[in-house]
């Protein structure tokens, strides 16, 4: 009984949001239409939605007629609110500004005698003092944190009896630390101070600087940068930075350095071509060298050499960095020199937008080093292991492939199940929490999709006739966006639309119109499906054989769309027909979408007939 009630008690909320004012939805994509539109044609759209919705106009069967009018009036209060503030040029500039709630309070910011141009000066002003107030509280901090170990006492017997001597600690030995920390102070617009603490250690023996500097942007082409450096060593700096023409800026630095001298460095920097970028550098003194190289990029690829020539080093160093995925990059680099030879190869991943994990294979004189890397938020942690100072092409050959091997397993059956076992967890609280709201929008879309049905079917009756664009099924929402190889498979895998408990659903078309499956009423305690079906919705909007979907507006605001998975990645999936061949597109959520095109036919072996 106490589910009985709990269940009523939702149906009853969700059918109260079904039927409360209109929503603050997004006023373009309640009129589909682009945010830079014309006053033309926010006119066009409005007549052509407000003809196909008017309530007197909406026709149903017996036993829903009621309700269908209802979602008519409501869609009709919408599209109409929609266009009294974008047809006056002064709400929609306040709407652009403050939003829905602005936009409906323009009369009593109006009565208060502000202009629109004055409401908009007075925002921008509290923008920049909001800003100002945020620079001047935040400190960008930056850190590099490097910890060398050596494993080689667990590779090398001889290694481990020698070490046997000092110590029985079986685990790593510590050989080096390295950090840097540096701090940003925003002083005003054009001014930044900041910190720079380093320390190292080796052997044993190690020490320190401290650097304090000052930044000042002087114009929009020049900076002017001066520093000095007390500790293990010190120094003063000062480097004078300007942008020389379009494509080429250069830097001039003085430098003092005690017991060393005055020295003097010359810097250059040119896009010598679209993708390609150069530089010249010449270190007059105390300890004079040369270097220039070049870096170029083309497609997911890109390349970097570098060629120094001096008195403390020569050398060739080249480098060469592969984007595999949108979270995953390769890297290969080379130096080769007075100093000696190092070869590494690696691998960086995207975790998340403020971490980066990464690890790479290290082949030097110094012998096989595996280095492990983590980036979040400004620091960085960089972890060298040193496995063996012995090294051969036997030693090399496994260093360069067990590694890799063991990180794919590990991803593949350790981390990859973990972590999507986390995010369904999250997901599944997030959609538990959200599920009366989700229904609600879900009812709401649901009704909004019957009001439009007869104007949809009509379009896509006289589309089919002559060959034109005709939605054969289009969903929304949270789904797997790899595209179908499969003929004949649903538009997403296990596709069942939804429809609100005691719906009268429609039946599949009878007079060839393409349908998608009749919706399922889920049990009261079911959760709602992640998506929602648009394919009326979608054919709705189609104008003369095409459809366009514009960027920034919102694709859950769209009339018989709604969020049926908030703070979720959502996509949009539509299969169509033009000119009797099958096409499918998907695109992530509130993106670019125009149809029809070539490039979303799908091949001949995925074809059906009409």
Same mark, same amino acid.
């Given at each position: 009984?106490?589910?009985?009630?709990?269940?009523?008690?939702?149906?009853?909320?969700?059918?109260?949001?079904?039927?409360?004012?209109?929503?603050? @939805?997004?006023?373009?994509?309640?009129?589909?239409?682009?945010?830079?539109?014309?006053?033309?044609?926010?006119?066009?759209?409005?007549?052509?939605?407000?003809?196909?919705?008017?309530?007197?106009?909406?026709?149903?069967?017996?036993?829903?007629?009621?309700?269908? @009018?209802?979602?008519?009036?409501?869609?009709?209060?919408?599209?109409?609110?929609?266009?009294?503030?974008?047809?006056?040029?002064?709400?929609?500039?306040?709407?652009?500004?403050?939003?829905?709630?602005?936009?409906?309070?323009?009369?009593?910011?109006?009565?208060?005698?502000?202009?629109?141009?004055?409401?908009?000066?007075?925002?921008?002003?509290?923008?920049?003092?909001?800003?100002?107030?945020?620079?001047?509280?935040?400190?960008?901090?930056?850190?590099?944190?490097?910890?060398?170990?050596?494993?080689?006492?667990?590779?090398?017997?001889?290694?481990?009896?020698?070490?046997?001597?000092?110590?029985?600690?079986?685990?790593?030995?510590?050989?080096?630390?390295?950090?840097?920390?540096?701090?940003?102070?925003?002083?005003?617009?054009?001014?930044?101070?900041?910190?720079?603490?380093?320390?190292?250690?080796?052997?044993?023996?190690?020490?320190?600087?401290?650097?304090?500097?000052?930044?000042?942007?002087?114009?929009?082409?020049?900076?002017?940068?001066?520093?000095?450096?007390?500790?293990?060593?010190?120094?003063?700096?000062?480097?004078?930075?300007?942008?020389?023409?379009?494509?080429?800026?250069?830097?001039?630095?003085?430098?003092?350095?005690?017991?060393?001298?005055?020295?003097?460095?010359?810097?250059?920097?040119?896009?010598?071509?679209?993708?390609?970028?150069?530089?010249?550098?010449?270190?007059?003194?105390?300890?004079?060298?040369?270097?220039?190289?070049?870096?170029?990029?083309?497609?997911?690829?890109?390349?970097?050499?570098?060629?120094?020539?001096?008195?403390?080093?020569?050398?060739?160093?080249?480098?060469?960095?592969?984007?595999?995925?949108?979270?995953?990059?390769?890297?290969?680099?080379?130096?080769?020199?007075?100093?000696?030879?190092?070869?590494?190869?690696?691998?960086?991943?995207?975790?998340?937008?403020?971490?980066?994990?990464?690890?790479?294979?290290?082949?030097?004189?110094?012998?096989?080093?595996?280095?492990? @890397?983590?980036?979040?938020?400004?620091?960085?942690?960089?972890?060298?292991?040193?496995?063996?100072?012995?090294?051969?092409?036997?030693?090399?050959?496994?260093?360069?492939?067990?590694?890799?091997?063991?990180?794919?397993?590990?991803?593949?059956?350790?981390?990859?199940?973990?972590?999507?076992?986390?995010?369904?967890?999250?997901?599944?609280?997030?959609?538990?929490?959200?599920?009366?709201?989700?229904?609600?929008?879900?009812?709401?879309?649901?009704?909004?999709?019957?009001?439009?049905?007869?104007?949809?079917?009509?379009?896509?009756?006289?589309?089919?006739?002559?060959?034109?664009?005709?939605?054969?099924?289009?969903?929304?929402?949270?789904?797997?966006?790899?595209?179908?190889?499969?003929?004949?498979?649903?538009?997403?895998?296990?596709?069942?639309?939804?429809?609100?408990?005691?719906?009268?659903?429609?039946?599949?078309?009878?007079?060839?119109?393409?349908?998608?499956?009749?919706?399922?009423?889920?049990?009261?305690?079911?959760?709602?499906?992640?998506?929602?079906?648009?394919?009326?919705?979608?054919?709705?909007?189609?104008?003369?054989?095409?459809?366009?979907?514009?960027?920034?507006?919102?694709?859950?605001?769209?009339?018989?769309?709604?969020?049926?998975?908030?703070?979720?990645?959502?996509?949009?999936?539509?299969?169509?027909?033009? @000119?009797?061949?099958?096409?499918?597109?998907?695109?992530?959520?509130?993106?670019?979408?125009?149809?029809?095109?070539?490039?979303?036919?799908?091949?001949?072996?995925?074809?059906?007939?009409?």
């Amino acid at each position: 009984a106490a589910s009985m009630s709990r269940d009523a008690s939702e149906s009853a909320a969700d059918d109260d949001a079904s039927t409360s004012a209109p929503s603050a @939805r997004d006023l373009y994509a309640a009129l589909g239409v682009r945010r830079d539109a014309s006053a033309e044609d926010i006119k066009r759209a409005y007549r052509a939605k407000a003809s196909a919705i008017h309530p007197d106009k909406v026709s149903s069967g017996a036993e829903d007629a009621t309700s269908v @009018r209802e979602a008519a009036q409501r869609a009709f209060a919408t599209v109409s609110e929609a266009y009294e503030i974008l047809s006056d040029s002064e709400r929609r500039g306040v709407y652009d500004v403050y939003g829905i709630d602005g936009a409906r309070a323009g009369r009593e910011l109006g009565a208060r005698g502000k202009t629109v141009e004055e409401l908009r000066v007075e925002f921008a002003r509290q923008q920049a003092k909001e800003a100002k107030e945020a620079a001047e509280a935040k400190l960008n901090f930056n850190g590099t944190y490097i910890f060398g170990f050596s494993a080689a006492h667990l590779v090398e017997e001889e290694i481990r009896r020698r070490r046997a001597r000092y110590t029985a600690n079986p685990g790593l030995d510590l050989t080096s630390v390295s950090l840097s920390n540096s701090m940003e102070i925003p002083l005003s617009d054009d001014d930044v101070a900041y910190f720079v603490t380093q320390g190292s250690m080796r052997g044993g023996r190690g020490g320190g600087n401290f650097i304090l500097g000052w930044r000042r942007a002087v114009s929009p082409l020049t900076s002017v940068d001066v520093s000095a450096q007390t500790g293990l060593t010190s120094a003063a700096t000062a480097t004078i930075t300007r942008q020389l023409t379009t494509h080429t800026s250069g830097a001039i630095s003085y430098n003092y350095i005690a017991q060393q001298g005055l020295g003097l460095n010359l810097m250059l920097e040119r896009q010598l071509f679209p993708q390609t970028r150069g530089h010249l550098s010449w270190n007059v003194g105390p300890i004079g060298s040369m270097s220039t190289g070049a870096s170029h990029a083309f497609g997911k690829n890109a390349v970097k050499c570098d060629l120094t020539v001096g008195l403390a080093a020569t050398g060739i160093a080249g480098s060469y960095v592969r984007q595999v995925s949108n979270t995953q990059v390769y890297r290969a680099a080379v130096k080769a020199g007075t100093t000696g030879m190092e070869m590494e190869v690696g691998t960086t991943n995207q975790v998340d937008e403020d971490t980066a994990l990464g690890f790479s294979i290290v082949v030097s004189l110094r012998g096989l080093t595996l280095k492990f @890397r983590m980036n979040r938020q400004g620091q960085r942690f960089i972890i060298p292991v040193l496995l063996t100072p012995l090294v051969s092409w036997r030693k090399s050959l496994v260093a360069f492939t067990l590694p890799p091997i063991a990180l794919i397993l590990v991803r593949r059956f350790l981390v990859r199940p973990l972590v999507l076992s986390y995010v369904r967890k999250r997901q599944l609280a997030a959609r538990k929490q959200n599920k009366r709201a989700v229904l609600a929008a879900m009812r709401a879309a649901f009704d909004d999709a019957k009001v439009i049905e007869a104007a949809a079917d009509k379009k896509a009756r006289a589309a089919q006739t002559r060959g034109g664009l005709v939605i054969e099924a289009a969903v929304f929402g949270a789904f797997d966006p790899k595209p179908n190889k499969v003929k004949n498979a649903p538009i997403i895998p296990d596709f069942k639309p939804w429809a609100p408990p005691g719906a009268r659903v429609p039946t599949a078309s009878e007079d060839g119109v393409p349908s998608a499956a009749t919706p399922q009423s889920p049990p009261p305690t079911t959760l709602p499906p992640p998506y929602v079906d648009v394919t009326k919705a979608t054919q709705f909007m189609v104008d003369g054989d095409t459809l366009d979907l514009y960027e920034n507006v919102s694709m859950s605001d769209l009339l018989g769309f709604c969020d049926p998975c908030p703070g979720e990645d959502k996509f949009l999936r539509i299969r169509y027909r033009y @000119r009797r061949s099958l096409h499918e597109v998907t695109v992530k959520a509130d993106t670019v979408v125009s149809l029809p095109s070539s490039e979303h036919r799908l091949p001949e072996k995925l074809q059906t007939h009409d």
